[in-house]
């Protein structure tokens, strides 16, 4: 029998005016607050309404919003270095997985025994030092759930995961009124992003009862409402359903692990600062179609789930019938799926090829290998 665990967030609220939910963290012997964000949330107005239930309580607060989109380790390490300075007792993230991450760095970093470049070589010197309370305002990247801070290495032109169980979040609040407004190109690849968490962990080699659980109703809920959701602002209901999916998503990383997808669009962002979610978007259905002869009997699983009692389908059908819905949800929301759409020359094949084999963390989850010569192929299927 295999061995696996699962660590989640303390307390997590959900619901409507789940941000109500401030007043009671508050009570457990916070004197300051840091809020992280940045500066695209704050002029949507959604810091305003965490300020306000910190005003309501006389709670101090610093507000740090020089956060950058997919930071590198040592801008990461210039936001933790402000925060030091607030001496403050709770963190407090609003954003998406960039503000998120950071704020997780920050709250194993007040210390000064190690730096941001110190956990990337060695991760298990991560302590607590600062509770955190997560808010995002993407449904998609599923930060709020993990133990995983994303920086970019500048000199390796990669990003590179710091995985430490110490940075999961005390409490998290998923309140839909945080992405209402949020604009249709951001909920589509954050959306896609948790999609790809999902199916990821449904698949990978360290998948198990706990991720399965959280993955296949994150894929359920994900299948049937993603479109909606970025395409109805009054769809609330639909967006309720992809923020818990996507901290249902972000559980089962938790718990198992993202493979190639994630594996190969790192150095798309690291080298060619496509966004996070564009560039899973783009990895997602090459490398599912890849895996496919490997997990046919998971993705059929998928379809069970969604479509339950068709029993006149074979398991081949079943599994394309998953591959076609994830090519469909990207086409749908118009997501680019070519490399030519940010510039991408074709004479950086190699590059990309030798990047991408280097994060092994995540191919090693894989259930089917991928070589060198593997990837080249899915590489090329976005240069085409």
């Known amino acids: 029998m295999k061995r696996y665990k699962l660590k989640s967030p303390g307390i997590v609220y959900s619901g409507s005016d789940s941000l109500d939910n401030i007043r009671e963290i508050l009570k457990y012997g916070v004197e300051k607050v840091a809020v992280f964000s940045d500066k695209s949330i704050i002029k949507a107005g959604l810091v305003d309404l965490v300020l306000a239930k910190l005003d309501d309580a006389g709670i ?15 801008q990461a390490q210039a936001v933790v270095d402000t925060f030091k300075e607030t001496e403050a007792d709770l963190i407090v993230a609003v954003g998406g997985g960039s503000v998120m991450d950071i704020a997780k760095l920050a709250s194993v970093l007040s210390t000064d025994d190690y730096n941001v470049r110190d956990l990337l070589e060695n991760p298990g010197l991560a302590k607590k030092q600062v509770r955190t309370l997560m808010i995002p305002t993407t449904a998609g990247t599923g930060s ?33 009124v945080t992405i209402k407004n949020l604009p249709r190109t951001i909920a589509a690849s954050t959306g896609v992003d948790a999609l790809a968490h999902a199916i990821e962990c449904y698949t990978s080699k360290k998948a198990n009862p706990f991720s399965d659980m959280y993955a296949l109703e994150s ?10 959701a970025c395409d109805d602002p009054e769809a609330v209901e639909a967006k309720e359903a992809m923020m818990v999916a996507s901290f249902y998503a972000g559980v089962a990383i938790a718990a198992a692990g993202t493979t190639a997808v994630h594996a190969l669009s790192y150095p798309l962002g690291g080298k060619y600062h496509i966004p ?8 997602l259905v090459p490398v599912m179609r890849f895996n496919e002869p490997m997990c046919r009997s998971r993705f059929a699983a998928v379809y069970d789930r ?15 019938w ?30 990309l090829v030798s990047s991408g ?11 089917r290998e991928i070589k ?13």
Do not use: F, W
Request: include cysteine.
């Open 357 to 367: 084999m280097e994060v092994k963390r995540l191919l090693d989850n894989n259930m």
């Open 144 to 176: 709020e759930a993990t133990p995983n801070s994303i920086v970019l290495v500048p000199e390796k032109e990669l990003k590179v995961g710091i995985v430490s169980e110490e940075m999961i979040a005390d409490y998290v609040i998923l309140d839909a």
């Open 276 to 283: 996070h979610g564009v560039s899973n978007a783009m990895m």
């Open 219 to 228: 894929l359920a809920l994900i299948l049937g409402n993603i479109e909606k």
């Open 322 to 351: 998953l591959v076609n819905r994830l090519g469909e949800i990207v086409e749908n929301l118009e997501i680019p799926t070519k490399l030519s759409s940010y510039g991408v020359p074709k004479e950086d094949l190699e590059v």
């Open 306 to 320: 969604v479509k339950p009692g068709d029993n006149k389908v074979t398991e081949e059908e079943k599994s394309e």
């Open 372 to 384: 060198a010569e593997d990837a080249r192929a899915l590489y090329l299927q976005l240069m085409q």
């Open 60 to 74: 101090k607060y610093e507000v740090i919003d020089d956060l950058p989109a997919e930071p590198s380790c040592d």
